[in-house]
């Protein structure tokens, strides 16, 4: 059974640092491409980051350079390292893997940037 389970959310300054982990189970993250998401309130959910299975990763384009998604395959588990972070990254954050023939989602985890 495919389960994603977010962690690592919470509220932190402007300028602050969050590392985000999902943890997966039921398949191994090796062999996929691994996606984080996000949803601010009023918004569509859009995507913020991916690593493939080769490794090759990307980014939305207000995150280059301050976010950085990354994968262990020993743990099962893929992160995304968020630093600089701005008020506007403020949403619920989801991982995301797509496995024929469908997509699986975790449940989310909050971020609130704020002073």
């Known amino acids: 059974q495919v389960q994603l389970v977010e962690s690592g959310g919470g509220l932190v300054q402007p300028g602050g640092s969050l590392r985000l982990s999902c943890a997966a189970s039921g398949f191994s993250v090796t062999y996929y491409r691994m996606s984080w998401y996000r949803q601010a309130p009023g918004k569509e959910r859009e995507l913020v980051a991916a690593i493939t299975s080769g490794d090759i990763t990307n980014y939305t384009n207000s995150v280059k350079g301050r976010f950085t998604i990354s994968r262990d395959n020993a743990r099962n588990t893929v992160y995304l390292q968020m630093s600089s972070l701005k008020p506007e990254d403020t949403a619920v954050y989801f991982c995301?893997?797509?496995?024929?023939?469908?997509?699986?989602w975790g449940q989310g985890t909050q971020v609130t940037v704020s002073s």
């Open positions: 995301n893997c797509y496995i024929w023939p469908r997509d699986y």
